[in-house]
């Protein structure tokens, strides 16, 4: 993979920088916090994104709502285009998954939308191995974080040993015979546990006998029973049909019964109600014996008087209300007759006058004759009306006098037919056996009792043999599992044999792997030191089998830390390019084309410092290196120099030289 260009859109304190990277020995200075080691977290974070352990709160700009990381490379003859967005929602800063994207050749490959899609992608680009963690693999082979040049040489043995060892993943086969010493432990403990189960084996068995011998036993018993139930089975079906037979008798024995006490009471019943129409019938003789009866149709005609009388009264009283008003006409009159017009004189006046009067005067006594008369006859009408209750009361209790003779000989013809009735099932009751039916009761119930005391006795045998067959089926099934178990113990025995062996052959193996990967990392150490030194003094390299580095001089070993500034700074640089080569082979990657170093002066002296340019320009097999110094030192080596300055909290990048 080689690096073509990198854009930060407000991405920490760059609000817009763009970076072209060309080939050879690229270099970022400025002053610390100027914003150069955002260009190596941007072309980090663009690969791996959130697996690069960045958080995203410190990659966004603050006060942005959004930004995104764009980054250029080629790869196996392809050029990819990758970008990632972010964006703050809520206070937090998350994925812009809406800006997610990868082009090959400048076409959009398919994504899913999510991060985790364009991770893959990455990996699958760049070739990776499953089952390695990429971001470690990208950080052995092409990126030396801040003081990772000189601290692998510097590490304790112990230590370095176990780093190196996980880069390199010569690690797992120590952790797997460490993994297998609890495998190991836990099938020998499993080996004894079934060995101490099988001792159960015996007791299993003896118990299966005894078992057996007791369901042959009530085997016995459950024959024996059962020949009695059925026996008792058959007298109790020829009992029962007896019983059956009498209780049908009975059954018709209880409906004459019950049709006998419901003559006899029907009959006491008829007697009283026969008694009671009689003494009703004889007080309604004597009650129409004793009433006179009155003239029919007087209260019809002294009703018709007594409208009369009110008619005549009322049409006097018209009268009477009238000649006054005409007596008041003839006053108001003239001398004129309004008529005939003939005069009317005095004479005349008191003749009408009196003839009025007069008039009045008969009025007046008719109308009190016919009071007095309307009073007698109201009287009159009110005495007919008793009368007329009287008859209507005599009339009725005729006709229920009548009704009661008509009941009293339809009674007396249904006691007749009563008593011819009962005087037949009087003599069928006294024909009932009720000792026989009793008899053969009491040896139903003797016999059922019986029965179900031997059905329940077999009942309890059968469920015993149950029982004690399923406790038979369990104990076959231990014992299975025992033949089970004793088979499976072979095998766990085989297996131990197996796996003490390969756990032996694992400690062999780890040995080996490792002395073949330090005699390849010595041969690469050594050519890597010869390619930065160019030969230039009789010094030669080698590492032991801690992965310690030495030097040889004429022949004698020479300890790193008494060499030379430069010639340590070229042990630090060798054994790193090294290591990266080693780890690239052993991850199944091809080895890489971009070697990014972020501070490697960090923890160097001057002399270290002033020697490192002529060793990074002596570094012919990688195309190109990315560096992020503030060693002034360092500017000498560049084939690009860029200088990064803060200017009001943003980042500028500007080149200064090619």
Known sequence: MKLKSLKLRKIRSHRDTEVDFGKGIIVFTGRTGSGKSSIMMGVSYALFGSEARIPNSELLRRGSKSGHVELEFEHRGSVYLVRRGLKEHGGNVMVDTSNLSIDVDGERLPLLGRASDLNEKIVEVLGYPKGIDPVKLFEVTTYSKQDEMRKLIEMRPAERQKYIDKLLQIQRYQNTWEGMKDVLGHFIREKDRMEERLKGEERVTKQTKEFGNRIAELDAK???????????????????????????????????????????????????????????????KNKIDMTEVPKAGETEKMVARMAEIRSAISFSNEELKELPEKMRKLDSLGNRCPLCGSEITPEHRKKIGGEYRSKMDGLRKNVSKLSEELAEVIKEVERAKRRDGITNILESDRRLLEEKEREMKRLEQELTGLRKKFVLVEGEVKGYDSEKIGSIRDRYN?????????????????????????????????????????????????????????????????????????????????????????FEDDYSVDVKSDYESIAYSQGEEVPVTTLSGGEKTSVALAYRLALADIAAQIGGVSESEVLMLDEPTTGFDSDDIRALPEALKNIKTIPQIVIVTHAEELKEAADYLFNVEKVRGVSKVEEVRT
């Open 446 to 534: 003797v016999l059922s009792a019986e029965v179900a005391g031997l059905k329940s006795g077999l009942k309890a045998h059968e469920e015993e043999k149950r029982r004690n067959l399923s406790d038979v089926r369990g104990l076959e099934k231990e014992l299975e599992k025992f033949a089970a178990l004793r088979k499976d113990l072979g095998k766990i025995g085989s297996l131990v044999k197996v796996l003490s062996k390969l756990r032996e052959d694992i400690r062999e193996i780890r040995e080996k792997v490792r002395t073949r990967f330090l005699s390849e990392f010595k041969v690469e150490f050594q050519a890597k030191f010869e390619e930065i030194r160019q």
């Open 222 to 284: 459950i024959k024996g029973v059962g020949d009695g139930l059925a026996r008792k089975s058959k007298d109790l079906e020829v009992t029962k049909s007896e019983l059956e037979m009498v209780e049908k008798e009975e059954g018709k024995f209880k409906v004459l019964m019950s049709e006998y006490d419901a003559l006899d009471a029907r009959i006491a019943s008829l007697n009283s109600e026969l008694l009671s129409s009689k003494a009703k019938v004889e007080a309604l």
